[in-house]
């Protein structure tokens, strides 16, 4: 058992209280029955209620969920493919640029993929809308997409593969029937990710959603650059929460199959031959 | 041809979705604001045929960015966005490597729950987290109400709507972008490296100099990539928590667009700031290249 | 080498009117610049137990690659029962591999894992169920059918991979470096189960390693490789007692190489290897010329030490002075390092027939070598 040293100890708290602080804050005032940040008028639950009642934010809430599953989804087949190319792709024509168009919106501000994105669509004489935000979220959420399963793919072993193809698979079997279901996890955390990605998007849905169709997130911004409102902080608070339970869940489970994992393998080298 | 079909699928969905997307911001950055929908001209008429193109083409220009160079707005912005993004970048590494640091010495067993805290930020949204700090930075928001009950000042102070504001938002929110990559390869770090440092004559700060952060460098730089270039451009920080006195150049592309409705002009503004951040771009892609091939 | 069966004489190769059942003809395998095997040709038989063996690099797995389909030779052909398999894609061959790393799938249980093959080919859900059985019967296995391979041990998981790549029953089947990954009892224990497997099922087996003792032990017959080419292809015994060069001589076991000039006396070969002292007799099969350089081979074993100089006879044809610089012990035999008068360096072999206490001899003793005129063979090298 390692002793930390202050220096270490003074820092993890620090930093942890840092990023922790103003959401817990936040949870907490959401629970104010006042509606100013400045003073404590009791504990009440007044605001979450308002929010089930404000139609329009639970129409964003509904537009926001459907484009986040569709475009996750979708995200998910593309990236994975995309990840494949990359990894075993071998060389081909266009290669660095694919590689580039791949590894570039990761770190491209959001402004100018919300701008061109636009003036595409409009270009093409497609009407914005929610089909529109959708290609937005696929688009990028696939380069995130890619990384995830292309680290997965490049410690992935070969011969898995070659055994495969050995007793009889065509190459597609191969994938279907061996390299997916192992990879699986990482496709899944892929996913997750583009799901959160859609669902947190300001910037570009902003620019490529139609007078039609509006994301939670747009709600929320235009709410907030008002001013501090307590329904926003029970709103938050309520996604804090989603996220927080789906994290901590993921984490219990991860460890918990590891060790069991961990303890199977010892006893089979251990006792069984 | 199987892998022919792999291969172009999402390529060509990359290249009419993102490639030329740019290519046509570049050609509106070259257009003229126009009272229509859409609001620019010219307006390519595949119909006129080859003559129609060659109008097309002698009707474009670069008065959009000479317009940018004649406006002070711009190039000011420019510079603060450069200067907010690097003194952002500079802070998050100050603030993220002990974070860093201090996970990859924890105990064995301490390290996926201390590792799971910093990610949870990360999955929560963006916006919230930076709403979250409007609350504590206005006039009669928390921090105030701390210093003025502590004795420190006297009158609140504006942080709400200034650059500083921007600062904190920024290092705030990208922070789990600083620690992720440097705790990743700290984590990996061999110890023995610094006992041998130290057999050999080191003081604890001298190995931590000369051993832990020439080998964290990767991680650093990749941290810093991470945090630099989408700060660079960013728009809901500097919105919500700068105020009008923050010039940044991602506000001002919005501004552009949406409230002047002058296409053109924010298109050449989004060039402009992609020409800025092609070097860095390239850079961390060379460094995420190398970083890839070395592990492997 | 365990032999077959007595009685009955395996070997194939030397029947005129017996095919192959794997043809290399002039195969050349380049990757780049690099060639991996160079205009290679070579003869397998049915139910042969046949070893590649040499050092990393000589193009041994290269070579089973290709028999599997996992790589194309660059020019030559390969041939499965008289058909050339160059254009057959590994999934749809007659062959299956045993690999080194075992690749089994880590979501399936053992039974799926040895299933995954028949599966595949579609066979009749009776039928598969019963091949399934009978894999497991024959690899004892039956009890840990239902685990998934991280349950099992490395030596469980080296037979669920035996078992798997035998189900289809295989023309040809291919082991690359199958038992490396095994501690020595076991892997010795192993080595008498796949050889016993390999008779019951009647299957040629091809396999791959860099183990000599390995080799020498399972095969029917052994092909030396080095850099792309064979040296030589033999029978185990036939390889040890007449190695065809001083790479071979060297590469397996271990060996003595006193090198000198052609005297030839009748039929006998004098070589003369130092001056002043009496040449080493030997004899060989092969015409040398007067005065050519030769290499001479002994195995350490068929050399006898003594503390006194030993009666000139038969067994002691050849006779030298030396001083043991070195012992190496090893329990059950030691190995005595003795220089001779010009400094050359040899090493004889004997078993500890008495405890260490009582040995006769120690370091620095002056010691007598002997061996008999038939004891080494004459090297080109």
């Known amino acids: 058992m390692k002793r930390l040293s202050w220096f270490n100890v003074t820092s993890l708290t620090l930093g942890f209280a840092f990023l922790y602080l103003p959401m817990v804050i936040l949870v907490i005032y959401s629970f104010n029955a006042s509606k100013l940040v400045t003073v404590w008028a009791g504990f009440s639950t007044k605001w979450y209620g308002r929010l089930f009642q404000n139609e329009a934010f639970l129409d964003a809430a509904w537009v926001t969920i459907k484009v986040g599953l569709l475009s996750s989804c979708l995200a998910t087949v593309l990236g994975t493919m995309a990840a494949y190319v990359l990894v075993r792709g071998g060389r081909f024509r266009g290669r660095v640029l694919f590689s580039g168009m791949i590894y570039a919106p990761l770190v491209m501000p959001e402004v100018i993929t919300g701008l061109s994105l636009l003036l595409f669509f409009i270009g093409i004489g497609l009407d914005r809308g929610v089909l529109t935000i959708i290609l937005a979220h696929t688009t990028f959420s696939m380069c995130y997409v890619s990384v995830v399963v292309s680290a997965r793919l490049v410690n992935f072993d070969r011969s898995l593969e070659e055994a495969a193809l050995d007793l009889g698979c065509s190459s597609l079997e191969a994938f279907r029937l061996v390299t997916l279901p192992i990879i699986a996890p990482a496709v899944i955390s892929g996913w997750l990710l583009a799901f959160t990605l859609s669902l947190d998007d300001l910037v570009i849905a902003s620019f490529t959603a139609g007078p039609s169709a509006t994301t939670l997130p747009i709600k929320i911004f235009s709410a907030v650059r008002l001013g501090v409102s307590p329904e926003i902080n029970a709103l938050s608070t309520l996604m804090i929460a989603v996220v927080t339970i789906g994290v901590i869940s993921a984490s219990l489970i991860s460890k918990r199959a590891n060790l069991r994992r961990h303890h199977e393998e010892q006893a089979a080298e251990r006792g069984q031959d | ?210 051993v832990t952060v020439p080998l964290a460098k990767n991680g650093i730089i990749a941290g810093c990539f991470l945090v630099f270039i989408p700060a ?61 091939e070395a592990d492997t | 080498m365990a032999q077959p069966s007595a009685g009955c004489q395996f070997s194939p190769w030397t029947d005129p009117d017996e095919k192959p059942l794997i043809q290399f003809q002039s195969v050349t395998k380049s990757f780049g610049s690099f060639v991996a095997i160079d205009d290679l040709s070579l003869d397998i038989f049915e139910r042969e137990f046949f070893a590649l ?209 052609a005297d030839l006396q009748g039929d006998r070969v004098h070589i003369n290897w130092a001056e002043g002292q009496p040449p080493i007799i030997g004899t060989s099969n092969h015409n040398f010329s007067q005065d050519q350089s030769v290499h001479f081979a002994i195995r350490p074993e068929k050399i006898s030490i003594w503390s006194d100089r030993p009666e000139t006879s038969d067994e002691t044809a050849n006779i030298v002075p030396g001083q043991i610089i070195d012992i190496a012990y090893l329990g059950n035999i030691s190995t005595y390092h003795v220089e001779l008068p010009n400094g050359q360096m040899l090493k004889a072999q004997t078993a500890n027939t008495h405890r260490i206490a009582r040995r006769k001899f120690t370091w620095d003793d002056t010691v007598w070598l002997s061996w008999s005129a038939t004891g080494g063979i004459l090297l080109e090298g």
């Open chain 3, 53 to 261: 063996l040499g050092p990393s690099g000589c193009g041994k797995t290269t070579m089973m690659r290709m028999l599997a389909g996992f790589e194309a030779p660059s020019s030559g052909t390969i041939r499965l029962a008289g058909d050339d398999i160059g254009p057959v894609p590994p999934n749809k061959r007659a062959v299956n591999m045993m690999f080194q790393s075992y690749a089994l799938f880590p979501h399936l249980s053992v039974w799926e894992n040895i299933a995954f093959g028949l599966r595949r080919e579609g066979m009749a859900k009776h039928l598969l169920v019963d091949r399934v059985e009978e894999m497991l019967r024959l690899t004892r296995l039956e009890k840990f059918a239902r685990r998934k391979p991280h349950q099992i041990s490395g030596g469980q998981r080296q037979r669920v991979a035996l078992a798997r790549s035998l189900a289809k029953a295989p023309k040809l089947l291919l082991l690359d470096e199958p038992l490396g990954a095994l501690d020595k009892k076991l892997r010795q224990d192993t080595q008498f189960e796949l050889m016993d497997i390999q008779e019951k099922t009647g299957t040629t087996f091809v396999i791959v390693t860099h183990d000599q003792e390995e080799a020498m032990t399972v095969a029917s017959r052994v092909a030396v490789m080095d850099e792309g080419r064979l040296i030589q292809v033999d029978t185990p015994d036939r390889i040890y007692e007449a190695p065809n060069s001083v790479y071979v001589a060297d590469f397996i076991g271990d060996v003595n190489i006193v090198q000198g000039r």
């Open chain 2, 232 to 292: 660079l451009g960013e728009f809901v920080i500097p919105s919500l928590l700068g105020g009008s006195k923050t010039l940044m150049i991602g506000k001002i592309l919005w501004e552009e667009f949406f409230s002047n409705r002058d296409w053109p002009v924010a298109s050449a503004v989004a060039i402009v700031l992609l020409v800025i951040l092609i070097i860095p771009i390239l850079l961390f892609q060379r460094n995420q290249q190398n970083q890839r």
């Open chain 2, 1 to 210: 041809m199987r892998r022919l079909t792999l291969i172009a699928i999402p390529y060509l969905w990359l290249l009419a979705l993102f490639l030329v997307p740019f290519l046509i911001v570049m050609k509106i950055s070259l257009s003229e604001y126009a009272l229509s929908i859409p609001p620019y001209s010219p307006y390519l008429d595949l119909s006129a045929g080859w003559a129609g193109l060659v109008k097309f083409l002698s009707q474009l220009d670069l008065e959009n960015y000479i317009f940018l160079t004649t406006d002070d707005l711009y190039w000011k912005a420019y510079l603060s966005s450069l200067k907010i993004a690097t003194l952002s970048t500079v802070i998050t590494l100050l603030v993220g490597f002990p974070l860093a640091y201090g996970m990859a010495r924890a105990a064995t067993e301490w390290r996926p729950t201390l590792l799971m805290l910093v990610i949870l930020p990360f999955w929560t949204s963006f916006l919230i987290r930076v709403y979250a700090w409007m609350g504590l930075l206005s006039q009669e928001g928390l921090i105030n109400q701390l210093l003025l009950w502590l004795g420190v000042i006297n009158a609140p102070l504006m942080i709400l709507n200034t650059p500083t504001a921007v600062y904190i938002g920024i290092v705030y929110t990208y922070l789990p972008f600083m620690v992720l990559p440097i705790y990743s390869i700290l984590e990996k770090l061999d110890e023995s490296l610094l006992e041998a440092a130290e057999d050999l004559g080191c003081s604890r700060l001298m190995a931590f100099w000369l």
